[in-house]
Every structure is written in structure tokens, then in C-alpha cells.
């Protein structure tokens, strides 16, 4: 069955090819614009100690949303269900930095992972945790089991010179009384988390305690309870994948999470985590090799949720 | 194992009973309005043969939405990826019969399981099979395997009655060329298989298909692929619980589909399927003891599939 | 002075030639794509007896919404203020056929000049008129002092065929009981009142009892008081002109009607009633070169209303 | 005729008692919210040097959205048309400070009287006029000619602490590339502008302007164009009172401005400008009494411009 995964890397690694040309880099940053789209790496880590990777996986690039996994699973494991009093669990229908739900529903963001929910989450924890970028990136660190992950602070400054949009959420959401704390402190760590940089190897690491019931297998780490684990798989599943969550549980079938860094990582509940990077987006802002690497992989495997 | 799934039933019938109160059964047409909110019942199948069913299980009640998954499984039989032209697969973010997105959209529904996708998927239906009403419940009758399954043709009629919502979703999509057929035939046959009635036990059987790689357990048929089956729980899983899949996600972690006769059916893919009914609604129109039985259900049998 | 409109007539004439190739005909119906789009008339009559003329001002067309004014009346007339529960007044901000904030303000129309509050206010005459279509054209005739007034019941039966989104319009009020009439019958009448022909010249005789406190000068009837009549200008200026009221305001500074049939009639309160048709449309669905006729009329007779 | 103005201010005066317990003082921010809500002026000044004013006309209350007027009046004196790239004008049908409108639309403001719109007109002035607040207040100066108007940086101060919602506002705009300057200079000077304070009697001189062709007959300057003075006044009917144009418009006639400190001031054009000042608001942030007020001045004169 490892045997098997090898072969599967290897042969998307092939098969991916004609798809690099596809697909748009982010273009709102130049931290993100000028990455060469023709990049791609994939890797795969079994909860039982097994690894394979493919294509460029020892190269860092900013995991930018998907970081909104690493904060959720901090205000659970802090907060527990006190935070789905400022948020709601439920996926938006709408672009991810959409503010019109926003408005219409009194400043409650609709989930976690669109960027609204993820500064709700980011203010709370800022409110109980101090020096509160230091200690989401250790988070981070810790998971993967490696003190070498840093943050991109050129990429977190353009992120906020040009974070208009992320601006106008948060502005609303103080105006409904749903953020504690200064705006541009919150927007400083929440940049900052999206500007974390991690390879597609130490990536697939990062989720492995998503598949393996809330451990973490490298350190033996209980992280999260195992109803909690579940309740994030759900929630990535419902709302990971921007506005082709439906899209990507047709095609893909397991819970993940996409970032416009061009990073996926997705998991098996029991058995595995895998990440995916191409940095060509398509038009929901999910990697474009990424996201049909992940379609081939669980053809391959036979191997979805469902 | 099996010997634990009657343990957990006859303790989810017992814990259940404060919870009947609660909720308010669909009160838009008389065939709904006049049920007694109080009654419930629980059936599960594994795909193996075994069953066991507790409480009102032998009480036919309307499957209402449900039938959208029956509609869509013969859909997807017949034409294949071709439905995808004129529906998309995404959560729709607002309430199941809403026009605002409709009209933002062009006519194309988010997904097959709001009504103005069920309604585009029975036109296409009806484009090409005659007979319509009775080629969909013979469907379903083969599914469950019992040839008395009928429609309750005085609730089809009330619906149609009152059924000025879905006029309204019917003919924006025909303004927007999205619908084939004469509106009122089209509406008729919808009103018809939303006015199928089944018990718990057979409502239970009828999805055995879904939680078996598309192979029928009860008659041996292969009902669909198994790649279309694993759609059609993802579908499920991220469209089926109208705007409250995120947290029937969260709570239950199961694919499953709802309708407003009170009656949810899940499955767990390899596993079961497992039905449960009781008439009194929660605001987003699921049934209020149904999803909290369903979530015991997975709590005490730790098997969500996440 | 009323030579002066004879001046102010011919040279609109002369200049507005290169403005008749713009625009394009409503196409949504044969009855009004077919017609030639490089016609033009235009007719002022002044309260005081005075009339001029010029271009194609005999030459039937359909009135479209224009009808929504005699409507209105007619309705001011028999109900009074009762109308304005099921109506509001207030400009739209959205298109003349939008269904959107229909559903979000729960049925009730944002004025009796978008198609929604047009149908709304015929429903209440259908209750307490009978032979409502007769009635409504017998009203117009005598407003124009002429009996030859008919309606082109071709045109209404093509509206009718092609009429799903007004269809969807009246479904959705319904749904919320804001529609007391058969659907059918009441989208019947409505489409026979917009099926009204009228040449140019009689167009602008229509509308002298706006400019005249409420009295036809052709008859000296009291069509309705010297308040309703200010009211029904009032809404006209805020809301007559589809989702460019504002713009129409500015360039044109009068109180007029529409119809997509290219007629546009204004009125300066006290002064006189001036009507111009030429079939070719702006994307708000107005004559592109009727709105630049008024525009040069007032601005070469210094005589908006503000 | 002007003794009549007299008889018409005092019944007013008398017959306005009873609706001063009604509405609401804005309470968003202490500076109004304190404010006691019985009090109620009114002033008229023709344009021929008439003047009569009843109440507490000499009591000096916080212009807010009706410093709007004045801003663009300025801008449309300096800029001309060019400021129609920026802005539309079209009623808006949403309220004052939405977001949603200005999503969908790509972060063009409406019309230059919601706040959107109003931010945007300042900040073009603000990219033209250096010291940009002072130029602000000595153009008002010189309206009412009185060079003792000032601004209340008290109130400046809470608007700017409480401003989330503008800033989300702004933010939006700035995302969409259509605010040019820095968010937090261009706020302050808007803040500013709406914290200018002004009695009623000096409120209604300062649209006499727009009363008389955009001559003040206070000082005789030519302050805009007569073609630019009909338009603000257009603007003025179709989109200066929040979300209850058509009804102001319906019931008094006028074109107008309101304000949330409870002022409103309308001109007659060719005639006379009137102003009223009540702090309690109705829903739509309109003085209740005020516009009850001119609602009466406009019947007992049976002078509204329809």
C-alpha cells in the first residue's frame, strides 16, 4: 500500500505537467506575484511514519489561509466552543472576502476560513495570548516538529499595505461590536500568520494531527481532543476551499484546505496527510495543478472520505 | 458491533424524548401542518444485512427534499456529467428556496439539492422519460425493493396549491432559458415526488446504495458507479442539510439529506445507512430531534466519517 | 413664448438625427424588435391649448409602463392612500424587473413603477373593477379625448408567451399574500395595459391633466385632486424612469414616465405636458434619443422644475 | 404673500407640539445622543430678502449630511463633471451607509449624498485643496455670510472614535482603487465637515443659494452655474433624504437635505430656501418632526415644486 503511494506521486508528478501552464499567481502582492507558476511539489505522510514527496518540496512558500487551520485549532483548544458564539460554522456562498453576508448578517462572519472569521478568530486569541505572532508560530513549529519555520515580514508588510479589503471587514465588524481589540494589531498578526512560509514537506507534517485523531505523531502530542479533530475535518470539508468547497468534495472527496500561495493539504481521517504546491491559481483562488493533483491522487488511491 | 447499534438505538429512543417537544412541524400545507409532532423513529441498515429499527418506524411520513437525492441518482444515471451544464455543486449560503442568488446567478441554482436545482434536475428528467411520476417512484420502489411505495397525491396537490415559491423559482429559470418544459407539467411531477411517502425502515433501505459503492444490497444492482456514488455523498455532505450543513457537518459528520416531512437519512460509506423521523422543524427546516438522534448516533458509535 | 416651442421643436428635430442610429430596440418580443428604430416624434401641449408637433407624431406605438401611471391614478382615485400598504415609494436602486429586493422586503414593492408594483396595483383594481381591461383603455380614451385608443392584443399575447419573469414577479408576491388575484388573469390585464398603442401626439394629450392640478383641459374633467396629482409627479421624478431617475433628474430636471417601447411623456407642473418616442434604447431601457430630446428641451427653454 | 410665510411658521410652530415626543436622537455618539429632543426651529428666507423664524432658531446643532451639499457644491465649482467618474448619482435604495451596494458595484458610491459617496467627494477635494477642513468652513462662511461658524472638534472627535463603519467605507473604496488619498487625513476632513454647527436661521440662509439660480443674495457672488444649481437641487430630490426620498418627496414636494442631528433645509426654486432643526429622528434618520413640519409648510403654502 506505501508501495502504492510512491507510484501515485510518481505518476501525478508525470501527469501534472501540461497543468503548470494553467492558472494565474496571485497578483495583489508582489511577494506573490513574482513567484515562477511553473512550480510543483507534492508530499505525503502516513500517521504511521511513512513519507514520500515529489517535484520542488524542500522550497518555502507562504501558506498564507491555510494558516487559519493553525488559529482555529489554537482558539478550540483555548476556547472551545465559546468562539462559535462570534462565528458561525456555515460555508458563504460568496467570495471569501466578501462584505456583503458580512452586512446582512450583523457582523457574525459565516465561518472560520473565509477571511472575516479568520481575524474573529486571530482578535480572540489575540485577547488571551501575548506576544501573539511568536506563539502561533511556535504553534506551528511544534507541529511539524521543526524550530526553523519563520515568517515572511516583507510579505506581511505588503499584505497590509495593500489589506484595503481585510480593513473593511474588520472596520465592520467593530462597527457590529464583533472585534475586541485595536484593528491594525489584529490585521498585524493575522498578516503575519498568512505570511508564514513552510515547503510542501514540513506541510504535510503541519496537518498530521488531523489524521490521526488529534495526535500529533511525531511528538506523541495530544493537540486537540479527538471530537475536535473531527469537528475541523468537517468544517475544512464544508468551507476549506473557498467558493469551490462543493467543487473540490465532488472531485477531491477529503476535508482540506487551500491557500493563495498556491499551497492544498488535505487529509485521510486514520491514515494520512498529504500537501500539494503550484503557485497558478484558478478563478476560487485554489492552486489549479494543486487541486487536479489531489483529484488524481484519490482516483489513483481509490481513497476519498466518501 | 452490530450487537452496539441496538444498544445505541434504544438509548438514543429513550434520551430523545424531551427533545420531541421542540421544533414546530412545517405548517405550509394542511398535509404537514396536521401531524403530531411527537412521534419519532430510528432505522439503520448495514450494508452486510443487518437491521434494527426503533420507535414510530413503520409510520409512513412525506420524504419531501429527500426524494431530490432519488432525482439526482437517476439524473446522474442518464446523462452523466451533462447536468452540470445547467446546476452547479456549490452550498448556496442562503435559504433553500431563494431567488436572490437565482437572479445573481443567471437562473444556473447552486446546487441539485435547493429546490430550483431539484427543479431543473426533474425537467431534464422529464425531457427525456415518459411517464415521469411513475418512472420516479418505480425507482424508488426498486431501491427499497417494495412495490407499495406510493405517492400521497392529496399532499402533492396542496403543494402545488401553495406551491406559489416554487412558480416563482420555476419561471425566473425559464426567463433565463434554464428550463425546458411547460412550468406547470414540470412543478406537477416535483410536487409528485416530493409527495412520496415511506416509512422509517424502507427510508433507511432505500440510501443502502450510497453507504454500498453504488451497488444495491437488497437486489444485487448496480444501481450507479461508484465514482458517482462518492459524488453524490460529497454532494450530500456539503449541499443536503439546506442552510445548516456546516453544522450538521460539525454535530453529525455524515452525508445525509433532509426534508421538511421531518425525515433525515445518512450513510456511512462502507457501513450503514441510517434514518431517523420526527416531524417537528428547526429553523432551518431539519428535523429538531431527528439531528440531535443523528448525533448522538455518531457520538456513542464514534464513527462520523471524519 | 409658445412660439418658442415651435423653435425649440424643429431644431430638436434637426440635431437629435445622429442620435437615432444609437440605442437598440427592446428585443425580448417580435411585436417590439421589429419596429424601425430610426423613427421619431415628439409633441408638446401646453395647458393653455397650444400644441406642436414634429416627426413621425402619428405613428402608433406600444406604451409600455407608461400605462403604470394611468394605473396609478385610477388607483389613487378609487382607493386612496389604501394603496400604499401593499406598495411603497420609494426609488428601487435595482433593475425595473429584479426580484431580489422583492424577497428581501417580503413581497412588498419598492413603488407602483417598477413591474412589481405596477402588477400589484392592477391586482387591486382587478378586485373592484370589472371588465378591468376595457375599463383601463376607456380611461385612456378619455383622457386623450378619443375613442379610437385601442390596444394591440398581438403584443399582449407575444408579453404574455415571454412573460416568465413577470411571471416570477407575481408568483413571489403571491407567496408572500401580497397578490389577491388568479395569477393568470391579473398578468392577463397587465399585459394588455402595457399593449396599448398611442401615437405620439395623443401621448402628450394623456398627460395634461399632470401639468393641470388634476384637471383634463380637454374635457375639464377633475381626473383626480391637486394632491394626488402633485404626488403622482412627485413619483414620477423619483421613480419613473427605471434605474436612471437620478440621472434623468439631472439632465432633464422634469417629472415623466417611461416605456420600453421608446415613448418617454414629461410634464412641467402648471405649463405643459411634452412626449417624445424613438424606439431605440439605452441600457436602463429608456429612448436613447428621446432622453436627449427632453435634455435639449429644457435646456433651450431654461425650464426644469428645480 | 410673505405675511403669509409669518401665519404659515407660527401654526406650524403651534400644531408641531405633539410630534416633538416622537423619534429618536442619534445615539451612536454622546455629542448627539445627549441632545434634548424637544426642541424645534424653523426659518424661512426668500430670495428677495424676506425672512421670518419661529423656535429655537438661534440654538446652533451639528449640520452632518447636509455639509454634504456644501462639499459638493464645491466640487462641482472646482471639478466640473469629472466628478461623475467617481460617483454616480442615482438613488441608492439601500441604507445611507451600506456596504453591499458598494460591493457589487465595484466601490462607486451611488450618489454623492449616502456617506460613500460623500467620502469620495471629499477626498477629491481634499487631493486639490490644501488645509482642506478651513477651506470647508469659509466656504460655508461665506454663504450664510457670517464668519462666526465653526466646527465642533468635540464631535469631530466621537464621530472619528465611533467611525468604524466609514472607515469600512473607506477601506472598500480604497480596495477598489476609487480613494485616493490617505483613509485616516481623508476621514478626519469628513468628520470635520459633518461636525460643523450652525443655528436654524443661518442653516436656511445657506441654501439661498440654491434657491436663486447659485447666486447668494446675501453678498451677490455667483457661487455655481444656474445649469449646476437646477442639478444639485435634481440630486437633492433623488437622493438627499437617506432612504425616504420618495416619501419626502411624496409628502413635501421639495427638493432637501437632511442630517442626523435633526436638521433638514429645502428650497422652493426662483422663491425661497427653508430650514427646520428637531433632533428626534424617524427610521430612516430624518427629523419626525421636521419633515412633519415642511410637510405642513408645503400644504399650507400649496407650494411644492410638482
Redesign the interface.
Known sequence: MKQNYKLILDRILEEIQPFLEKGEVANYIPALANVDKKQFAMSVHTVDGFSYSVGDYEKPFSIQSISKVFTLTLAMKKFGDEIWKRV???????AFN????L??ENGIP??PFINAGAIVITDSIFSNVKDTTNNIVQFVRNLVNNQNIQINFETSKSEQEYG??N???A??M??FNNLNNN?NQVLEVYFNQCSIEMNCKNLSKSFLYLANKGVNPLTNEQVIT?RQ???I???M???GLY?????F??RV?L?GKSGVGGGIVAVI?GTLSVAVWSPGLNKSGNSFAGTKALELFTTYG?N???
Request: hydrophobic content about 30%; glycine content about 6%; proline content about 6%.
Open positions: 458561525k460554522r456555515e460555508p458563504s456562498g460568496t466578501s462584505l456583503v453576508q452586512e446582512y459565516r465561518n484595503h479589503r480593513m473593511a471587514l472596520s465592520l467593530k462597527s484593528i479527538i479533530t473531527k469537528r475535518n468537517a468544517l470539508l464544508t468551507c467558493d469551490s468547497v462543493g467543487d468534495a465532488y472527496g476535508p481521517p481509490c476519498s472520505i466518501f
